[in-house]
């Protein structure tokens, strides 16, 4: 009798070649997926980024229908509180509008007759943040920010925000009165001032948050991926000029949108005077800016027009186009953008 044995092969693994081959298929496939579900990612994130400005523009139109006007870049003669505190009133237009926005607490919580700030004797003298107010206006509130941005805090002492009021072309050197936006100091504008029609007028624009590094020099900025958030500063210029704007030896602070709740310029307004996402440092002194609309977002920024309608703007906007958006009363067709 005879015996038969049945020969089988079998394989307990992938031989070297064949493990590299799988490897190398499975990361062709990470690197054609990659890139969607970034743009995917990002997608999600300027839709969230539109919605919070929907939400700004909601308020922006309750505050109207309620008074009868928007609010101001900030209140001074028209704020209500004795005349020594109105130049530390200086509530900014997203404060101005927290009864309007259903988000949380903090709304019934802020007191807007108090002054957000007040002077103190010292020693040394000084301005301090309004002892009432200071946990309100340090809360980080997520309708002001755009998920997009990188930072979302420059001090634990206040709230930061992306969107900012629109203060004209700064064509006139940048000054904070009488300005050809919708916003400046004691505006108070209401929709039948807006002359070039409530569509074609932006209200608010996202730009990014400061990084809030140590000071630095313009040229020194200039170096690093940080000179978008660098705002050149000088306390006592009138007007913004190009001799000192645009020096590389001036003094820059990283600071831009601290504070939602004031309106400062360097805190909540910005300017139609270059292209959204501009190359080139905003700047300011305690009299006058210019400050570019900028983001995160690939090719562009969100704007909130005064209409309450929400559109994202490509960076490659004519200069002039993108001036005529941000004035509301130059009596000039406003084309297609």
């Not at 039948?192 to 020194?220: K, Q, V, W, Y």
């Not at 645009?246 to 292209?275: C, M, Q, T």
Request: charged share 20%; with cysteine; aromatic share 8%.
């Amino acid at each position: 009798m005879s015996l038969h044995r049945t020969n089988t092969s079998s394989r307990s693994a992938f031989t070297l070649v064949e493990l590299l081959v799988v490897i190398a298929i499975i990361g062709v496939l990470v690197g054609l997926l990659l890139p969607a579900v970034q743009s995917a990612r990002e997608a999600a994130r300027r839709m969230s980024c539109s919605n919070n400005m929907k939400q700004i523009g909601l308020a922006l139109h309750m505050h109207h229908d309620t008074v009868n006007y928007f609010p101001s870049q900030r209140d001074q003669s028209e704020a209500p509180v004795p005349a020594n505190q109105q130049s530390f009133y200086r509530w900014g237009p997203l404060g101005l509008l927290t009864p309007y926005l259903e988000q949380s607490a903090i709304y019934q919580a802020i007191d807007l007759k108090k002054p957000l700030y007040l002077f103190s004797m010292g020693p040394p003298p000084g301005v301090t943040t309004h002892p009432d107010l200071g946990e309100e206006v340090a809360t980080k509130v997520p309708t002001f920010l755009c998920p997009s941005d990188v930072n979302d805090r420059v001090s634990e002492d206040w709230g930061a925000t992306n969107y900012h009021a629109n203060n004209g072309t700064a064509q006139d050197g940048g000054i904070y009165v009488d300005c050809d936006g919708l916003f400046y100091i004691d505006s108070r504008k209401r929709f039948r001032d807006i002359l070039d029609g409530t569509s074609h007028t932006a209200a608010f624009c996202e730009t990014l948050i400061g990084s809030g590094l140590p000071d630095s020099t313009r040229g020194e900025a200039n170096q690093t991926a940080e000179s978008v958030n660098a705002s050149v500063w000088n306390a006592a210029a009138p007007t913004i000029e190009d001799s000192w704007c645009l020096n590389d030896a001036s003094p820059v602070i990283f600071k831009r949108g601290e504070k939602w709740a004031d309106g400062s310029v360097n805190d909540s307004g910005y300017h139609h005077f270059r292209a959204p996402n501009s190359i080139v440092n905003d700047c300011y002194s305690r009299y006058a800016a210019i400050k570019s609309g900028r983001s995160r977002h690939t090719g562009g920024v969100t704007v909130l027009l005064a209409d309450g309608s929400v559109h994202f703007v490509t960076e490659s906007i004519d200069a002039n186009v993108w001036r005529l958006v941000g004035s509301i009363a130059d009596r000039e067709v406003v084309p297609e953008f």
